[in-house]
C-alpha cells in the first residue's frame, strides 16, 4: 500500500482519487452508519472540502482503500471554520456545543475529519497499516504549515488504535452519543510526533480496531 497527499490544487496529478475517496466516504458514513449529511447516489462531500482541507489517502493496487481529511484550525471558508469550532457556535447539527472545553484558532493545531478505511481492508493488521498512512500524511502536511498537534472527534477506540501505532492521543471533552448511528464519540488531541513504525502492519492489532472504529464523525449544517 501507498500514501498520496495534496490540496485542491493538485487534485489534477492523481487521476479519480479524490472522487473514489468521496465515494468510499459515501459508502460507510451514509450507506453504513445512515448519516444525514450531504451526498448523491455517487459521493458524500460537504462544506469542509474546500481550498482550505488537505488530504492523506491511501491506495492498494491503484484504488482508494481509506483516507482522512485535515485544516488548520485558524481555516475560514465563507461563514464556516473548521468542525469542532462550528459545533461550539452552534452551526452543526447533532454535535452539542459543549464538545470541547477550549475552542482553538491557532495555525500550530490542525482538525482532521472523515477518516475511512474501506470495507474491502479485512485484514486487522492491514487496517492499522492503513490508519498510519493516513495520519503520517496528514501529519506530514501539517508539519509544513506550522501545525503541531492533530485534533479530531473520533470513536473513543481510535485512541487505542492510534496509540498501538506510536502516537499519545488524550480526549479534550467529554464524550456524547450520535443520534444517526448510536455511537459513543469523544474530542481528542495529539502530538505531530514522528511515531508512526515504518511497518505498522507487524504490530499486533484486534479486530476491534477495524474500520468501523476508525471514523471520525460530522454532522449536517444548520440552516
Given at each position: 500500500?501507498?500514501?498520496?497527499?495534496?490540496?485542491?490544487?493538485?487534485?489534477?496529478?492523481?487521476?479519480?482519487?479524490?472522487?473514489?475517496?468521496?465515494?468510499?466516504?459515501?459508502?460507510?458514513?451514509?450507506?453504513?452508519?445512515?448519516?444525514?449529511?450531504?451526498?448523491?447516489?455517487?459521493?458524500?462531500?460537504?462544506?469542509?472540502?474546500?481550498?482550505?482541507?488537505?488530504?492523506?489517502?491511501?491506495?492498494?493496487?491503484?484504488?482508494?482503500?481509506?483516507?482522512?481529511?485535515?485544516?488548520?484550525?485558524?481555516?475560514?471558508?465563507?461563514?464556516?471554520?473548521?468542525?469542532?469550532?462550528?459545533?461550539?457556535?452552534?452551526?452543526?447539527?447533532?454535535?452539542?456545543?459543549?464538545?470541547?472545553?477550549?475552542?482553538?484558532?491557532?495555525?500550530?493545531?490542525?482538525?482532521?475529519?472523515?477518516?475511512?478505511?474501506?470495507?474491502?481492508?479485512?485484514?486487522?493488521?492491514?487496517?492499522?497499516?492503513?490508519?498510519?498512512?493516513?495520519?503520517?500524511?496528514?501529519?506530514?502536511?501539517?508539519?509544513?504549515?506550522?501545525?503541531?498537534?492533530?485534533?479530531?472527534?473520533?470513536?473513543?477506540?481510535?485512541?487505542?488504535?492510534?496509540?498501538?501505532?506510536?502516537?499519545?492521543?488524550?480526549?479534550?471533552?467529554?464524550?456524547?452519543?450520535?443520534?444517526?448511528?448510536?455511537?459513543?464519540?469523544?474530542?481528542?488531541?495529539?502530538?505531530?510526533?514522528?511515531?508512526?513504525?515504518?511497518?505498522?502492519?507487524?504490530?499486533?492489532?484486534?479486530?476491534?480496531?477495524?474500520?468501523?472504529?476508525?471514523?471520525l464523525v460530522h454532522a449536517p449544517v444548520k440552516l
Open positions: 500500500m501507498e500514501k498520496i497527499t495534496f490540496n485542491l490544487t493538485e487534485l489534477h496529478k492523481h487521476g479519480t482519487a479524490f472522487f473514489e475517496f468521496l465515494a468510499l466516504r459515501k459508502q460507510f458514513f451514509v450507506d453504513q452508519l445512515g448519516w444525514d449529511i450531504p451526498h448523491d447516489d455517487d459521493v458524500e462531500m460537504d462544506q469542509y472540502d474546500n481550498p482550505k482541507a488537505y488530504y492523506s489517502l491511501v491506495l492498494k493496487d491503484g484504488k482508494v482503500v481509506a483516507g482522512g481529511r485535515a485544516m488548520a484550525t485558524t481555516a475560514q471558508w465563507g461563514s464556516h471554520t473548521y468542525m469542532l469550532r462550528d459545533a461550539v457556535e452552534g452551526k452543526i447539527i447533532g454535535i452539542p456545543d459543549t464538545i470541547v472545553n477550549e475552542v482553538e484558532v491557532t495555525a500550530s493545531v490542525w482538525e482532521c475529519t472523515r477518516v475511512v478505511v474501506s470495507s474491502e481492508i479485512k485484514d486487522p493488521s492491514e487496517s492499522a497499516e492503513c490508519l498510519a498512512l493516513i495520519v503520517k500524511g496528514l501529519a506530514e502536511q501539517a508539519l509544513e504549515h506550522s501545525g503541531t498537534e492533530l485534533m479530531a472527534l473520533s470513536r473513543p477506540s481510535l485512541l487505542r488504535a492510534l496509540r498501538r501505532i506510536g502516537y499519545s492521543p488524550r480526549t479534550i471533552g467529554e464524550p456524547y452519543v450520535n443520534s444517526d448511528d448510536g455511537r459513543r464519540y469523544v474530542a481528542m488531541s495529539m502530538p505531530l510526533i514522528e511515531a508512526v513504525a515504518e511497518k505498522p502492519h507487524h504490530m499486533p492489532v484486534t479486530k476491534a480496531t477495524h474500520r468501523p472504529n476508525h471514523s
